[in-house]
Antibody, heavy 124, light 106 residues
């Protein structure tokens, strides 16, 4: 069974840092690209960051570029999100999600399995 | 790329046929996916590549469209379908979601 389990959320002051983790199991982690997606309380979904399977490619939403860093450890089946210079507007549930693709034809990516999320609250 | 869903909310009854639309600010070919989210839960994919049904998703869900205009249709609403639905484009490396459509019981 595919499982993604996030951890590391909590309360942090504005300007502070936090490191989120996502533990993967039930699939060959090293062969999949991964993403972080967040959802502010009562709001919609916002994609945050993407990392390719070998870490060659990393993409970020404009709202977090320069403050957040995505990384992974394929030997430990783990995905990370280092969040620095946190702001109140970063308060959200953060989900990790696997990047799945269509099997044939035009390759379309979509978010397959998701974790249950971890809540990050930025407040003084 | 901006994704605009309509309507923002919708009231319907069990057995109704429901259509949710999603419009992209530029052509995204078929790089369009639909998700369902229930309160307190993670989203789950329903439709990918505009019209492909994810394994395990009931056949009452269907998707169509290409370019800039897309639709998600639920042919006969079931009680478990009341949730929030999001479209999402993966044409650009900067992935974006629609603002969501909340489907409520009438």
């Amino acid at each position: 069974e595919v499982q993604l389990v996030e951890s590391g959320g909590g309360l942090v002051q504005p300007g502070g840092s936090l490191r989120l983790s996502c533990a993967a199991s039930g699939f060959i982690f090293s062969t999949y690209s991964m993403n972080w997606v967040r959802q502010a309380p009562g709001k919609g979904l916002e994609w945050v960051s993407y990392i390719s399977s070998s870490s060659d490619t990393k993409n970020y939403a404009d709202s977090v570029k320069g403050r957040f860093t995505i990384s992974r450890d394929n030997a430990k089946n783990s995905l990370f999100l280092q969040m620095n210079s946190l702001r109140a507007e970063d308060t959200a549930v953060y989900y990790c999600a696997r990047d799945d693709n269509t099997a044939s034809g035009v390759v379309v990516s979509y978010f397959g399995p998701w974790g249950q999320g971890t809540l990050v609250t930025v407040s003084s | 790329i901006q994704m605009t869903q309509s309507p923002p909310s919708l009231s319907a009854s069990v057995g109704d046929r429901v259509t949710i639309t999603c419009r992209a600010s530029q052509s995204i070919s078929s790089y369009l996916n639909w998700y369902q989210q229930k309160p307190g839960k993670a989203p789950k994919v329903l439709i990918f590549a505009a019209s492909s049904l994810q394994s395990g998703v009931p056949s009452r869900f269907s998707g169509s469209g290409s370019g800039t205009d897309f639709t998600l249709t639920i042919s006969s609403l079931q009680p478990e379908d009341f949730a929030t639905y999001y479209c999402q484009q993966s044409f650009s490396t900067l992935i974006t979601f629609g603002q969501g459509t909340r489907l409520e019981i009438k």
